[in-house]
């Protein structure tokens, strides 16, 4: 990993500010010219006043101190999504059992990611592979944390389809009250906004109708703007899911299909490809 003060000082002088600028901080030149060769650390607080003089926001910097790769989990997700979209069974194998075989001093969180893995691997080949243990591990973690932040809310939300059902609306309770803190942060916002709306799709699949009011209200509470285009679009999906199976309402199944018409006229065919494929088993099992 790259030396902060190295990067920070790139990032100063591609905005072409001197030392001097950024030490109206509250930081001397010579304590900022320390930082930036790497003799020194600066405490959190003023680590901040500097970001905020060159007007960088702390996830896009540390974005850059990652050598511009997303965090840990993040890649792991990304390897998981194009494995199942590929139905890649070895793939997800193989990434499963490369993670088990990393010393991680993060043990902790490294075993949360594993759980993970375990519970979409199983999902994609119908072999065992995780046990109730782990998931109770998986939800005492969960319940384990205060202040849920960036990466509690990917965990929960790429695994909240295989908790039983009374464990996964008390998280879901939680999850809104423990990221309230966070809910400005965009990212966050996108990701409670997503959580909610597979948690909306679950209690509908699993016919806990009461349960998917609750999403239901969260979500209205959401006010997707109108570039929030895929949240809108999902949600209306949820909506007439939600109808088909409270009525078997034959028009809530058009408006399914005209909203993913949408994802298709958009050029999101991934998306599209995956709601047509939980269309079709809904038809199936009819």
């Known amino acids: 990993m790259k030396n902060f003060g190295e990067i920070f000082k790139t990032f100063r002088e591609s905005r072409g500010l001197k030392l001097k600028d950024i030490a109206k901080s509250g930081i001397s030149t010579s304590q900022l010219s320390r930082f930036e060769k790497g003799e020194t650390d600066l405490t959190?607080?003023?680590?901040?006043?500097?970001?905020?003089?060159?007007?960088?926001?702390?996830?896009?910097?540390?974005?850059?101190?990652?050598?511009?790769?997303?965090?840990?989990?993040?890649?792991?997700?990304?390897?998981?999504?194009?494995?199942?979209?590929?139905?890649?069974?070895?793939?997800?194998?193989?990434?499963?059992?490369?993670q088990m075989e990393l010393e991680d001093i993060r043990e902790k969180?490294?075993?949360?990611?594993?759980?993970?893995?375990?519970?979409?691997?199983?999902?994609?080949?119908?072999?065992?592979?995780?046990?109730?243990?782990?998931?109770?591990?998986?939800?005492?973690?969960?319940?384990?944390?205060?202040?849920?932040?960036?990466?509690?809310?990917?965990?929960?939300?790429?695994?909240?389809?295989?908790?039983?059902?009374?464990?996964?609306?008390?998280?879901?309770?939680?999850?809104?009250?423990?990221?309230?803190?966070?809910?400005?942060i965009p990212n966050n916002r996108r990701l409670i906004s997503t959580m909610l709306l597979n948690g909306y799709i679950t209690c509908v699949e699993r016919e806990k109708l009461m349960d998917a009011l609750y999403f239901e209200k969260q979500l209205n509470q959401c006010f997707f703007i109108e570039t929030e285009i895929y949240e809108r679009l999902v949600f209306q999906y949820a909506q007439n899911l939600y109808q088909y199976k409270k009525e078997r309402n034959g028009k809530a199944i058009i408006e399914m299909k005209k909203c993913i018409g949408a994802m298709k006229l958009a050029g999101s065919s991934h998306l599209a490809k995956i709601y047509e494929s939980h269309l079709e088993k809904l038809l199936a099992s009819k």
Not at 145 to 152: I, P, R, S
């Open 44 to 98: 959190i607080s003023k680590f901040m006043l500097i970001l905020d003089r060159i007007n960088m926001p702390i996830d896009e910097f540390m974005y850059a101190v990652h050598d511009f790769h997303r965090d840990e989990l993040n890649e792991l997700l990304s390897k998981v999504r194009h494995f199942v979209s590929n139905h890649d069974v070895e793939g997800m194998k193989k990434l499963l059992y490369s």
């Open 109 to 184: 969180f490294h075993q949360i990611n594993i759980i993970l893995l375990k519970i979409r691997l199983q999902d994609l080949s119908g072999e065992n592979y995780y046990d109730e243990k782990e998931l109770e591990d998986l939800t005492d973690y969960l319940f384990s944390v205060e202040y849920w932040g960036y990466y509690e809310l990917l965990i929960f939300m790429n695994t909240l389809d295989v908790l039983k059902h009374n464990v996964f609306m008390v998280l879901a309770r939680e999850m809104a009250r423990r990221s309230d803190f966070y809910k400005e």
